[in-house]
């Protein structure tokens, strides 16, 4: 038995999970991932061409990348439970064809010749029938090494009613969906009443993550509701682990992409809840470009900010105040000052001064243009906050709404923006707490670079109404 402070813990039953935990294959090959075979084979297929002749390297790399990037797109480097190439080929030939179609168009208006053209998109064809049999080769060998269970990943399956019964069974018995069942949790109300004995409640899933070096998590049928099975997946070792489900519907089709399944379950892979990984990474890269890059652009404008409020209020132009951020760890975030409080405690604890008399006529336009934010820009060069995020709130309020809102504080699982979601959706000033963690959550589980871009276009679009505070 590991020495484990969880092996011991109380309520866990680790005699019915650790014969199933002993696997060196799901110790070697935690870190891999599916894409990790599948964009190599796609990237040599596509550059293929280029073997035969190097006279259209240009439109060939090009088209390599366009392919790839609608690929990522369409969800075709995604992890899949059940693997068959010929689930992917009606996808797989549809974006092929739409990226053969737009360089063929390019190809043409930039040559004139029917033969140069002509020969270019013969190497394309090449490279595309060259991606399907890739696919259909690594396809085949995913299959294979996971019914040797030579690559295979912990699973632990949240509920112990009928679905969690079938899926444990299906995955003892069929290896080829790479997953290997290791323990089941459920609520209190389930210890000992069904056919799936529980390894422990769900207070302990964070500790049997730990104890069966477990990367996948399954949500089939618990016994609990939906706000509290959110709580415990939202604790840090959870929130690292590979979240499926099957949809409580489930028997009903689904339209979006095509469909997976673990034997006749169908199961679909939820978003990551929190940013890391990769994700965290182009986040963070594309915060720091458009930081640098506004700083410079808005220079002037930011000049022209500190002699207004140096006008308006003397010497002091800039404001800190302390703020909660990622993870609860306090910081300095830096605004334009607009009035001065009576004291440290007023600034700390007033919610709003929109309609204070304190507040001059430079100010308030400041204000409803959101230029007193403008300094921020620094906060997020270095790393205290993001472009786009849950709003920075101060320690008091922090520990008032986490007590009176049950996901206040599942909202500091990402850094805090300069703007956000709820914001842009008009929810500023007196509006309710409740809606604003609401649209915060829902940013952070349905991340984008595409959504940050549409909240910073929508945020341009509010500063030019003035609909500030």
Not at 51 to 78: E, H, M, P
Not at 89 to 94: C, D, E, M, Q
Not at 115 to 123: A, H, K, L, P, Q
């Amino acid at each position: 038995m590991p020495d484990d402070p969880a092996a011991t813990r109380a309520g866990l039953d680790t005699t019915a999970v650790l014969p199933y935990a002993k696997s060196r294959a799901s110790s070697r090959t935690r870190w891999l991932r599916s894409w990790m075979m599948t964009v190599p084979i796609d990237v040599a297929a596509l550059t293929a061409p280029l073997l035969l002749s190097q006279d259209y390297w240009r439109g060939t790399l090009a088209n390599a990348a366009l392919t790839v990037a609608i690929f990522v797109a369409g969800g075709l480097y995604r992890p899949r439970r059940h693997v068959s190439i010929l689930d992917e080929l009606p996808s797989l030939a549809g974006r092929l064809l739409a990226s053969a179609a737009v360089v063929a168009i390019i190809a043409a208006e930039r040559h004139a010749s029917v033969e140069y053209v002509g020969g270019f998109m013969r190497g394309v064809a090449l490279s595309a029938a060259l991606v399907i049999l890739g696919r259909a080769a690594s396809r085949a060998l995913t299959n294979f090494v996971r019914k040797h269970r030579w690559v295979e990943h912990n699973a632990i399956i949240i509920g112990s009613g009928p679905i969690g019964v079938e899926l444990a069974r299906l995955l003892r018995r069929y290896p080829r969906y790479g997953l290997r069942f290791v323990g089941c949790v459920d609520a209190p109300s389930r210890q000992g009443t069904g056919a799936l004995p529980p390894s422990g409640t769900l207070d302990d899933l964070e500790h049997l993550v730990r104890l069966l070096e477990c990367e996948v998590l399954v949500i089939a049928d618990p016994d609990c509701v939906e706000s509290t099975l959110m709580e415990t997946l939202l604790r840090p070792r959870s929130s690292r682990c590979d979240l499926w489900a099957v949809p409580r519907l489930w028997g009903s089709r689904s339209h979006g992409g095509y469909p997976d399944h673990i034997g006749a379950i169908p199961i679909i892979k939820i978003g990551d809840i929190t940013l890391s990984g990769p994700r965290w990474a182009i986040k963070r890269a594309s915060d720091v470009v458009f930081a640098a890059t506004a700083l410079i652009v808005l220079s002037p404008l930011l000049l022209l900010c500190a002699i207004a409020t140096f006008i308006d209020g003397g010497p002091s132009i800039f404001f800190y105040q302390e703020r909660i951020g990622r993870y609860g760890k306090p910081f300095k975030v830096i605004k334009f000052r607009s009035m001065r409080p009576v004291n440290e405690h007023e600034s700390q604890t007033n919610w709003s001064i929109a309609h204070d008399n304190r507040v001059g006529p430079i100010g308030r336009l400041m204000r409803r243009t959101s230029l007193d934010e403008l300094p921020q820009l620094w906060n997020i060069l270095r790393g205290d906050m993001s472009v786009v995020g849950p709003r920075p709130e101060r320690p008091y309020f922090v520990e008032k709404f986490s007590a009176e809102y049950p996901n206040y504080a599942s909202r500091h699982r990402v850094p805090v923006g300069l703007t956000g979601l709820a914001q842009v959706s008009g929810l500023r000033g007196d509006t309710p707490i409740s809606d604003r963690a609401r649209f915060d959550n829902y940013y952070i589980e349905n991340w984008s670079l595409w959504l940050d871009v549409k909240v910073v276009f929508r945020t341009i679009s509010e500063v030019f109404r003035a609909g500030g505070r």
